[in-house]
Nanobody, 125 residues
Framework: QVQLVESGGGLVQAGGSLRLSCAAS????????MGWFRQAPGQEREFVAA????????RYADSVKGRFTISRDNAKATVYLQMNSLKPEDAAVYYC??????????????????WGQGTQVTVSS
């Protein structure tokens, strides 16, 4: 069983920054890709960013490319999401997730099998 605990959400003004963290336990963290998703009220959960097991490759949704950066520290079993130039449309509950397979860098919900409880990000205009 894998436990994922997110932190770092909060209220920020448009144009501001936040850094989300996700601490993992229960599985060899460094063997699996990790991802961030978000879900706004009334909307489906959507892909935000993913990072390979080694941290050498990343992938982003077009809506956050150039503003968000995903990274990981395998020694600390933690994945991060640095969010800059935040917009009101970035407001959502953000979830980290652990990949189902050690291979690849998944971008769909079905490719992840463990999820955190989510952390709220609110962006005021």
């Amino acid at each position: 069983q894998v436990q994922l605990v997110e932190s770092g959400g909060g209220l920020v003004q448009a144009g501001g920054s936040l850094r989300l963290s996700c601490a993992a336990s229960g599985r060899t963290f460094s063997r699996y890709p990790m991802g961030w998703f978000r879900q706004a009220p009334g909307q489906e959960r959507e892909f935000v960013a993913a990072i390979s097991a080694s941290g050498g490759t990343t992938r982003y949704a077009d809506s956050v490319k150039g503003r968000f950066t995903i990274s990981r520290d395998n020694a600390k079993a933690t994945v991060y999401l640095q969010m800059n130039s935040l917009k009101p449309e970035d407001a959502a509950v953000y979830y980290c997730a652990a990949g189902r397979s050690p291979i690849g860098m998944p971008t769909t919900l079905r490719e992840y099998d463990y999820w955190g409880q989510g952390t709220q990000v609110t962006v005021s205009s």
